[in-house]
């Protein structure tokens, strides 16, 4: 059991409230674990500041004392970042909760990192706006956390990853300055964009405390279609064609035969077909007026096999199940191992087949269940039947990403899970660049440490 | 006059030939002086590397010699960013002038940092394609300075500026390293977003050789309205009409009676009203069918005075011409104090109105010339017969946009011109962390001294 000195505890309660330290093991305990349940390790303390300058005051502390923090926001990352390691401070970011009003002018809003995506979407739809990123878990990640790891989703293809939503930040860095740029500016060409740099930073650069994010129009009109496709490269074909003509194009999701065979069974949901078809490419259009016949003209002559169409709610939440309904139809029937990659669109079909030849060399037992966001290159390879401890498979499938030109996190991030990999992707002088970055804002690595850089930071 | 040392420049000329490596005063001429002519200085010599592995090697010379360095695009920078100051090395990228084939799949390609953007835009529509950034230097300026500038125009509010374009980077450091993602992947969330970093680092961090840039797609109905209205204030709220409710909106930029006036006077264009009215709001909608219907639909029961429409070629290149006309215009009638600025859209309307007061109190002698682009809050203030050496104007703008949270740069960079205002909208520590990343990738300040962080970098 990790135990926090009295002096660190009392210099924290003095900036937050003892209240808001937990050195409790019980009271720790949901900060010690994330959603995954993989990753968990012990907090010496965890602290709940309710503002910026809390933040700020709570790194002044740790800074002095040279105590390594943890950044959390709603714990639901996927790479082990968000939870301790080795005694570090957990920084959660829960109480920044504060949502100021909709700029309608400006379709813009100020949100706390502590404020869930959920909360945010609501909030802008009362002004008639949506957000640019959805997923599955808005209801407990936050804001802070999702621009920390540029968090994706089912829109990137039209809206952009996080990184593209926020037109302003508000950070502290590990020796508790603040860097504040929170205008709201479309345009601002003074200096380097911190912003971007601090989106996808993982907690390892500064702690985001609040963001300024553009919203979108809200487009009530929607078509969503699962068409039946002969493979992959089908699939992509009739991707860019949609691209060019339908500028109402929202999403293009992918699943497979063996993946939709699987959620028919856990779900008992409708099959779209009557029969089964190799590879399923799932199209959203969104606009002021009803997409649909766009949509299908452009759909004229492609290469597809079957098509569902659905433009009420019911009718289209049925088929986004369908792909929706992909992770916990692979979690019901075993443990997989779950990869989250991107390759350059032209390799996507390869990475398709190659993918399932080298996991059977890898593992003869395994079994692979594919799906994701195809628009984006990015296929969630998720392989069941085999041991959870062993990462042969894994480090085949990284492996063959990078052989492909791709990425081997796409939209989760590195966290403590991939650093040891981040070289199959990012040579000596990229991470040489990284380092020296982190070093510059955090000399005595004190954010995030063993996150992102791990492997070659000490 | 400077003179390069014989051993350096027989070093550069090991690497590049030495008919690459210019130190006669006649030939370096044109690389001494910008375009706009207002920034001028002596080069030690000029540098022409045919790729990137000659600029990796230039590179190198001068960093082992400690000579600093001046990169430099198509010259067509406004604030003094890419001619040298002090007798540095100019290295000029316009032999960087490939252009990868469209990958036609992923909507992308890649390019030299030396091609221009009529021709990247050209080579786009050979496959379909359009590029998302658009401006008037088309024919000089070069990719590799517009991403380093982050450049903006006219269509920032549809697809955001240089840095919005970019999906992978490469660029060689100050000693000679080459950092490179071009693989061109939507999603890739394996550390720090160098490629966002470099854009609009203004050539301070690496010097950009090639870069990946997604394209979209080639929209052939358009439709231009230029609309009548009371004031700075009703323009923008039929903008923020228009952007929740007309999908294909492109474009939003605003003029003003005096400015029309001049254009007027200047190019002998008929005046598009019978009338005169205070401001002008020009939009765009470009789709894949005509969105007139879209825009007029939308623009009923709004708070305009009159409306301007084209739909034919022709027409819409007249009403354009209106606005793009406004710095010729300018030019023929005196020598103008430019400042390029943004504020949050909600303190555009009083930007417009206590600009002209606080030149006035400045200097009464003074005329304002006021147009921009509207959806991105950012105005380009002219202003005339003030004295070309006096910055008394300038520095009162420039004040006045701080105190209004904008940006005494939207679009043109700090530069030379304004790296002594930084400090007007960046406080000291957001400073000291641009500085802390110059000095991390740059320790002896070799790439582009005297731009950017200038005054408060040794």
Redesign the interface.
Known sequence: VTVASPGLVSDLAAVVGASHVLDDPDLKAAYETDWTRRFSGAARVVVRPADTAQVAGVLRVCHAARVPIVPQGGNTGLVGGSVPRDGEVVLSLARLSELEPV?????ELTAGAGVTLAALQAHAAER?FAFGVDLAARDSATIGGMVA??A?GIH??RY??M??QVVGIEAV?ADG?????L????????????P??L???EGT?GVVTRVRLRLV?S?PARVVAVLAVHDTAAA??VF?RL??????LEAAEVFYAEGLELVVAHTGATRPFATAHPAYLLVECA??ADPTD?LVAALEDADVVDAAVATDRGGREQLWRLREAHTEAINAAGVPHKLDV?????RLAELERRVREVVAEADARARVVLFG?L????LHVNVLDVPAEDDTVDVAVLRLVADL??????????GTA?AAF?HL???D??????T??K???DPHTLLNPGV??ASRHP
């Not at 700029?103 to 379709?107: F, I, K, N, R, S």
């Not at 691209?243 to 109402?248: D, E, K």
């Not at 628009?375 to 990015?378: K, L």
């Open positions: 700029d309608e002018l400006a379709g008639g790891t540029n994706g990137v293809l952009g990853s990184r593209a860095l300055r603040v860097v504040r740029r205008p709201g500016l479309v345009k601002d060409n003074t200096g380097y964009d911190l971007a740099l989106a996808g930073s650069l129009p487009l992509l074909t860019a691209r060019a003509r339908v500028a109402s606009a002021h766009d991107t390759v350059p669109l032209s966001h628009g984006d290159g990015n030109g791709g990425s081997i996190s796409a939209e989760h991030g590195i991939k981040l992707t990012r040579d002088a990229d991470i040489a660049v990284m020296a970055i070093h510059a804002l992102l850089l």
